[in-house]
């Protein structure tokens, strides 16, 4: 692409006044997100233009705050409220009930104690040897077979966690020969997409085969989508972009197969959009962006 003949065409200077279709709007920024030089020549027009009409601004004449003034029509209606304030008081008349309690004390010197009135014969039974041995019997059995009921079903446990763990390895296994494989095969061209401003940490890798424009991702760190949101993935071709898919809301530790893309792609780019997607890329919310 001639990019010296691209901003010569003039479609910088009318993005920058807003005369531009919504298609040529969107290539526009697209080709100044891929090519740093029409970037830099689109932020040099705006502050051209903006010094301009700082420059030859003119100041509204005197006589204008007068004409706006004589045809408005101010009716103040100023309403006075007068607030007595009295103060209240409050008596409180208290009364005070006094009865008079009058207690009387028995004299302790004239109480007497009477000993022995509920005594009465306690007998009891003594239970033979093998009744006790019997009892005793039963509860060690019972005390066993709890301990080993807890012991079984720690062992339950045990086996569901390692079963659980040594599927997590086999995944990351496969995941990794997956990679592998990929960054081997010479029909894939690895596309390396870097964080932008929104997302400086992001980094996701792009495999394009560019025989049978198939496209497999690797996103290596990206933050998850928030709700209501899913990211989407597209390539730039003819300076248009085209949407190539949704990333699946679990995108870490696999690789995922989009959409094929066309010939001629000279970047790939992720965006954040709504749940399902958009038709259009939203630009400020690009997260990495490659080129090819």
């Not at 290539?27 to 932020?43: A, F, G, R, T, W």
């Not at 597209?234 to 995922?256: A, T, Y």
């Amino acid at each position: 692409m001639n990019i010296q003949a691209y901003i010569e065409s003039g479609i910088l200077e009318e993005y920058v006044l807003g005369t531009v279709s919504p298609q040529e709007k969107q290539e526009v920024e697209c080709m100044s997100h891929i090519y740093p030089e029409i970037k830099e020549e689109l932020l040099r027009t705006e502050s051209a233009l903006e010094e301009y009409a700082l420059k030859h601004q003119t100041p509204p004449p005197p006589s204008l705050k007068e004409a706006l003034f004589a045809q408005m029509n101010f009716d103040t209606n100023e309403g006075s409220q007068n607030t007595e304030s009295s103060e209240l008081t409050v008596e409180n008349n208290e009364s005070e009930n006094t009865s008079d309690v009058a207690l009387s004390h028995a004299d302790a010197s004239e109480t007497k104690v009477v000993a022995n009135v509920f005594e009465k014969e306690v007998v009891r039974e003594v239970a033979p040897l093998w009744a006790r041995l019997a009892v005793a019997a039963s509860v060690i059995l019972a005390i066993f077979a709890g301990w080993s009921a807890v012991q079984m079903s720690g062992m339950k446990t045990g086996m569901k966690q390692m079963a659980m763990e040594m599927d997590g390895v086999k995944k990351n296994y496969d995941y990794a020969q997956s990679l592998a494989s990929l960054y081997r095969n010479p029909q894939y061209k690895t596309v390396h997409l870097a964080g932008l401003e929104k997302s400086p940490q992001s980094s996701v890798a792009a495999f394009w085969n560019q025989q049978t424009n198939e496209v497999l991702l690797d996103v290596q760190n990206l933050p998850a989508a928030p709700a209501g949101k899913q990211y989407q993935l597209w390539s730039i071709v003819d300076g248009v972009p085209v949407d190539i898919g949704m990333l699946d809301h679990e995108f870490s530790g696999k690789v995922l197969k989009m959409k094929n893309t066309k010939a001629g792609s000279v970047a790939f780019a992720i965006t954040l959009e709504k749940e399902g997607g958009n038709p259009t890329p939203t630009m400020e919310e690009m997260y990495v962006m490659g080129k090819v």
